[in-house]
């Protein structure tokens, strides 16, 4: 019985020491997120990812686009599941690609993903059919005159904030439970 308990310890020194680990992590990538973006660090609620899919009527040759696409979760699901659509993650904070990028190799590394670090302002989204947002409302604002010169006959959805200046199409009920900040709300535009 002696001979099992140092090992014993050892292990949950060091599943402590991992956890600890991953908390900084955590912790380092909201720190980031906050400094470089205007936008925190916060993950779609996965229960919320088939009524996404289904509200963004993902086809065969869609190219879908997610703005700030975070830690890549969200994008990763979808491209699963529909492997004839084609997925382009865009996320400002380095660290969030890159872990995206791992979790992708990490699990089959499908071929219709990609992430990239790119400032969303920046990026040129003429040739995307969908595209999905968890951005502020002052984000979405900004956003919008880039969008109406950019996106012709696309679908937008974005969780729990809307623009002030366009009316949404519809808008899908996530979760019945409410959210802190409307996050159990998606609004769906045309452009």
Not at 45 to 63: H, P, Q, V
């Amino acid at each position: 019985m002696h001979d099992i308990a140092p090992f014993v310890v050892l292990f949950l020194q060091v599943a402590l020491l991992f956890l600890s680990g991953a908390f900084i992590v955590i912790a380092l990538v909201h720190i980031i997120s906050d400094a470089i973006t205007d936008v925190p660090f916060v993950r779609t609620n996965r229960r919320s990812f088939a009524k996404i899919t289904e509200a963004l009527d993902i086809r065969s040759g869609d190219i879908v686009y997610e703005l700030g696409s975070g830690d890549g979760r969200f994008l990763l699901w979808a491209a699963r599941r529909f492997p004839e659509a084609r997925f382009i993650g865009i996320e400002l904070n380095p660290a969030l690609v890159r872990y995206a990028a791992w979790r992708a190799r990490r699990t089959g590394n499908p071929s219709n993903i990609e992430y990239r670090c790119a400032d969303l302002f920046e990026t040129d989204l003429r040739d995307a059919t969908k595209i999905y947002s968890y951005l502020l409302t002052p984000i979405m604002n900004k956003l919008l005159p880039k969008l109406e010169v950019e996106l012709k006959n696309v679908r937008l959805a974005s969780c729990a904030f809307q623009f002030q200046d366009k009316k949404p199409m519809r808008t899908v009920r996530l979760s019945e439970k409410r959210g802190y900040h409307g996050e159990e709300t998606l609004y769906v535009y045309e452009f």
